[in-house]
């Protein structure tokens, strides 16, 4: 039997996109105190990792988008997960993330529309594409000399979530009232014909991703996309598996869940 393919972790992110015009999504901005410092100020795909105690009843990566998101989109300020935190990066300090700045407080209303979006994004979430991320060091060494985590190589499983208009318009209303809903990063609202115009680089390769995805709706501005991280790969491995244990017996996977170690 051959030996199974390392990989580091498995990530699951979504691609939420207005189903109208799906050039508009919403992502977010790693902020100054990432850990990462070449992903600072970069946009980044919202969802999250494999790891940890919290990722423990997670059955694919399409629920561990999912738990992320009702995790991270919030009205309210957090610290990250230490568990996450040290299992990524090896690090014990606390860090504060998101809602750095004053914000207006949430109405009951409020509340009930972000409750609204959540319920929308787990309603119209489907799996779409599985890539196979390689990041070698010295790539991040470009924009951070410190580095010295090692290469990366992890897959990452890409969610589609479409949202109509009804709940499209309560997103943007709750982005443009409280600026910021996440309490790990910044979120924001964009368009391919802003991230061109604006110059905005992505994090990790997801520039790749999202040029592919724009290409496939048959946006030709799709080519214009400003690629980041000259040296990554982002190599498409086809449909995302239906479980876990599915990757498990395909990958060898350095990082996950405490009860898997």
């Known amino acids: 039997m051959a030996p199974k393919e390392i ?20 992502l977010e901005i790693k902020g100054d105190g990432y850990l990462v410092i070449a992903y600072r100020r970069h946009l980044c795909l919202i969802g999250g ?14 629920q561990t988008f999912l738990r992320e998101f009702q995790e991270e989109i919030s009205f309210d300020t957090a610290e990250d997960d230490p568990q996450e935190r040290f299992a990524l990066f ?39 594409r599985d890539y196979l991320h390689i990041m070698p060091q010295e790539v991040i060494r470009r924009s951070d000399p410190s580095y010295a985590r090692g290469d990366s190589k992890a897959i990452f499983s890409i969610n ?12 943007t209303g709750l982005q443009e009232k409280f600026k910021n809903l996440s ?3 910044l979120t ?17 390769g997801y520039d790749r991703v999202l040029q592919q995805f724009w290409r496939k709706c048959g946006f030709a501005k799709a080519s214009d996309v400003p690629l980041d991280f000259e040296g990554v790969i982002m190599e498409e491995r086809g449909i995302p598996l239906s479980s876990y244990d599915g990757y498990l017996e395909r990958y060898e996977v350095v990082k996950k869940p405490v009860h898997l170690r």
């Open 160 to 171: 589609l979530v479409w949202l109509d208009e009804k709940t499209w318009r309560i997103l």
């Open 90 to 128: 090896g690090v014990t300090e606390k860090i504060r993330v998101g809602h750095d700045d004053p914000a207006p407080a949430p109405t009951k209303e409020d509340r009930n529309s972000l409750e609204h979006l959540k319920y929308q994004v787990r309603k119209n979430t489907i799996a779409y």
């Open 7 to 26: 990989i580091t972790n498995i990530v699951g992110v979504g691609i939420i996109c207005r189903a109208e015009n799906p050039s508009e999504i919403f």
């Open 188 to 204: 924001c609202i964009l368009s391919l014909d802003l991230i061109i115009e604006k110059n905005l680089k992505c994090m990790a």
């Open 183 to 185: 309490n790990e990063s």
């Open 49 to 62: 990792n494999w790891v940890g105690e919290v990722a423990c009843n997670d059955e694919n990566p399409t």
